[in-house]
């Protein structure tokens, strides 16, 4: 008899119980919206308030918010979070390095706000943003219709 299936089984289980990789899918229109805000903010930062849901492990970005008291600068955008509603849907923000750094600041780091940070960097194109959880830690970006 051919025992090789509850092998099988067995490694799919084990697989299965492993946490599952964290991605951040974005909808195309807020894409576009991150691409144009930072633009016209360039060469100041601009930064843009993220709403949308968890999914397990999927955290799927549907819309932007411009922030309240926003403030623009050359090397730190920020509002302050003390202002913002409590939202459940707002799940991040995004913010431009005029800088042309894909990484986040320590700054960036420190003023963490929900879930995902989103980055983009001069010259601000598609290939260009990057999405970070609060470690710091790169997490795959889909872009979805
Ligand atoms: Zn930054």
């Known amino acids: ?72 600068g050359p090397f730190y955008s920020g509002f302050p979070i003390n202002e913002l509603p409590f939202d459940l849907k707002y799940i991040g923000t995004a913010h431009s390095h005029p800088s042309g750094s894909s990484q986040p600041s320590l700054e960036d780091l420190n003023h963490f706000y929900g879930l995902i940070s989103i980055i983009i960097s001069h010259p601000y194109e598609e290939r260009d943003l990057r999405a970070f959880d609060s470690q710091g830690r790169e997490v795959p970006l889909v872009k979805t219709e």
């Open 1 to 72: 008899m051919d025992f090789s299936f509850l092998k099988r089984n067995k490694n799919s289980n084990a697989s299965d119980s492993r946490p599952k990789k964290k991605i951040v899918t974005i909808t195309k229109n807020v894409v576009d919206g991150i691409i144009s805000y930072s633009k016209m903010h360039h060469p100041y930062e601009g930064i843009l308030i993220l709403e949308g849901e968890r999914r397990k492990t999927e955290i799927h970005i549907n819309n932007l918010v411009i922030p309240p008291f926003s403030v623009h």
